[in-house]
């Protein structure tokens, strides 16, 4: 069973920056695209970011571009999402995913096959 950690999550100010981890195992990292996607109570979880397999192609969230930057290691088979300017907006709970079809690029949940259990990201203003 593939398994997704997600690290990093804590409470920041207006403005401030976090940087969220997640660490796979059981799965080759060269057979998932890997992505973040954030949940508020109530409501659907929301794309963020994706990265490919090779980490030669991203795409994000419209909310996002310009102050999230999303990354992987494949040799360590771990990935990050860097959150630069960050407002109360985006408090959630993040969680990492993958998409085992590497050839795709997916920016639905229903894409994505596995998660993280997440991590929260707090914004107070």
């Known amino acids: 069973q593939v398994q997704l950690v997600e690290s990093g999550g804590g409470l920041v100010q207006s403005g401030g920056s976090l940087r969220l981890s997640c660490a796979a195992s059981?799965?080759?990292?060269?057979?998932?695209?890997m992505g973040w996607f954030r949940q508020v109570p109530g409501k659907e979880r929301v794309f963020v970011a994706a990265i490919s397999w090779n980490g030669g192609s991203t795409w994000y969230g419209d909310s996002v571009k310009g102050r999230f930057t999303i990354g992987r290691d494949i040799t360590k088979n771990t990935g990050y999402l860097q959150m630069n300017s960050l407002e109360p907006e985006d408090t959630a709970v993040y969680y990492c995913?993958?998409?085992?079809?590497?050839?795709?690029?997916?920016?639905?949940?229903?894409?994505?096959?596995?998660w993280g259990r997440g991590t929260q990201v707090t914004v107070s203003s």
């Open positions: 995913a993958a998409d085992i079809h590497p050839w795709r690029e997916g920016s639905t949940a229903s894409d994505y096959a596995y």
């Open positions: 059981l799965v080759n990292a060269r057979t998932y695209t």
